[in-house]
């Protein structure tokens, strides 16, 4: 790219019926002053460009990283409810076998003490039955006791 310095030292050859000096070292001062202007406004856009783009980098740079993250925190969200979601079933399932282990326990409880109840309620009618027919022998032995008291005993004297 042509730089003010450029056209400042340019040097043009002489001829006999040539351009006034004059004129043109003053034109071409003119040129460069415009042409610095122009050179230094092209550089500052060049950098702001530059800028420009180094930010735009930035911020792509950044919406990835938080479009990456927030994919992850999805997963993350997705895995931790599957995750609470798994142990939720665990769990019911350990609170189903304790129930099921807890009701068998309980009716295996149940009947024995049913079964004892049983056994309990027969000893109890073979007692009773005992009871009954040895009070039923007391009473038969008094009764015969009484019916020899009421009897006349017979004296030997009266032979």
């Known amino acids: 790219m042509l730089t003010p310095m450029d056209i400042h030292n340019k040097e043009f050859g002489k001829s006999i019926r040539g351009f006034d000096c004059d004129e043109v070292n003053e034109f071409l ?9 122009l050179y ?12 420009m783009e180094k930010r735009l980098n930035q911020y792509e740079s950044t919406e990835e ?10 997963e993350t969200g ?9 142990e939720a079933d665990l769990i019911l399932q350990n609170a189903e076998q304790q129930r099921s282990t807890i009701l068998e326990d ?6 024995e003490a049913e079964a004892k109840y049983a056994t309990i309620a027969n000893e109890m009618a073979v007692f009773r039955a005992k009871v009954e027919s040895i009070l039923t022998a007391q009473l038969q032995l008094l009764d015969g006791i009484a019916l020899e008291e009421t009897k006349p005993v017979e004296t030997e004297t009266e032979v």
């Open 106 to 111: 309980a009716n295996r409880a149940l009947r």
């Open 29 to 37: 001062n003119e040129v460069v002053q415009a042409y610095e202007i």
């Open 78 to 86: 997705e895995n931790v409810k599957e995750a609470a979601r798994k």
């Open 65 to 74: 990283t938080m479009r990456n993250t927030l994919v992850l925190a999805q």
């Open 40 to 51: 230094r406004e092209n550089r500052e856009m060049t950098d702001k460009v530059e800028q």
